[in-house]
Each structure stands twice: as structure tokens, then as C-alpha cells.
């Protein structure tokens, strides 16, 4: 029996879950809709504002599914909510970063800025010229875009250039010795 499963998601003011009988969970709250397809082994009861998980059966992977589904529909009820959000630094002399509408377009060392268009439902933010900002409601979609930045130019162990999650520890390598 998983101990995530068995953890009630409280359901805050403002969020609307509703559950259907083919086990698909539409969250609405004040950052957009999230819908999700559970699997049929888990049974999801509403009560007293809170949702409560169970295993139906005892089939092989019911367990797995049990702590999956609670874990993804508490990410999606936080998501409308609160929402989430990643921090990139970026490392390196002449790697920058700027926003121009809804376009990122970044400066990473090559011989043409690199311009990465927001998706449906992210919006990133440029505090500064080193720092990147995801968020959205969706925490896949989130950490997949941020993924897609940090790809560009990933952190090299040498000098310790690229862009980075921030608090990202980065190993560091001892160069050449010359004789």
C-alpha cells in the first residue's frame, strides 16, 4: 500500500475537481484547467473537500498506480492554485538573455540568437539579463520547457559556462596542466 496514495488532497477555495465515470479528473482554479486520465485500477471519492484515493483489487502495478495518481492530481490542484516555476541562471561573458513579446531570445555564444517562442499555457519572465524565469500551471510542462532552455547551452564542467537550474551544483574539472 503506498504511503503517497493513502494521503487525502485537500481541495483549497476557489478550485472546482470533478472526477467522470471513465476516471478522467478536470481541475479548474484561478490559473487555468488541468485534465488528467487516472487509471481505472484507483477509485477517487470528493468528500468533506478533500479527495481520497483507493486501489481497486489487488492486480499487478495497483500499487504504483495508487501513489501515481494522488501524486498527479495534487500537482494539478497546487498547478491551479498556486501554479510553478523554474529559475535559470545564466553563466558565462556575452551570454544573455532578454524577452521580446512573447518570444525568449538568448544570447548563448553562438553566431545567431537563439529565440524560443512561449508554449500554450507558459510564460517566462527575464528579471535580469542572467536569470530566466518559467512558470505555469502545469508542472510536466514547466519543467519540460525549462529542460528545452537549459538544453541550449548546458553547464560545462571546465569553466562552469551555460545556463543552470538555480542552486544547480555543477561539478567542476581541473583543466590541463602545462609543463
Not at 1 to 12: A, D, E, N, Q
Request: proline share 6%.
Amino acid at each position: 500500500m503506498s504511503r503517497i496514495g493513502k494521503l487525502p488532497v485537500t481541495v483549497p477555495a476557489g478550485v472546482e475537481v470533478s472526477v467522470d465515470d471513465k476516471n478522467l479528473v478536470t481541475v479548474k482554479g484561478p490559473k487555468g484547467t488541468l485534465t488528467q486520465q487516472i487509471s481505472s485500477l484507483i477509485k477517487i471519492e470528493n468528500k468533506d473537500g478533500a479527495l481520497h484515493f483507493s486501489p481497486i483489487g489487488n492486480a499487478k502495478g495497483t500499487d504504483a498506480q495508487f501513489g501515481l495518481a494522488r501524486s498527479l492530481v495534487h500537482n494539478m490542484v497546487v498547478g491551479v492554485s498556486e501554479g510553478f516555476q523554474k529559475k535559470l541562471e545564466i553563466q558565462g561573458v556575452g551570454y544573455k538573455a532578454e524577452k521580446k513579446g512573447k518570444t525568449l531570445v538568448m544570447q548563448l555564444g553562438y553566431s545567431h540568437p537563439v529565440e524560443m517562442p512561449d508554449p500554450e499555457g507558459i510564460t517566462t519572465e527575464v528579471p535580469s539579463a542572467t536569470e530566466i524565469i518559467v512558470k505555469g500551471a502545469d508542472k510536466a510542462q514547466v519543467g519540460n520547457y525549462a529542460a528545452n532552455i537549459r538544453a541550449w547551452r548546458a553547464p560545462e564542467p571546465y569553466k562552469g559556462k551555460g545556463i543552470r537550474y538555480s542552486g544547480e551544483n555543477v561539478r567542476r574539472k581541473e583543466g590541463k596542466t602545462g609543463k
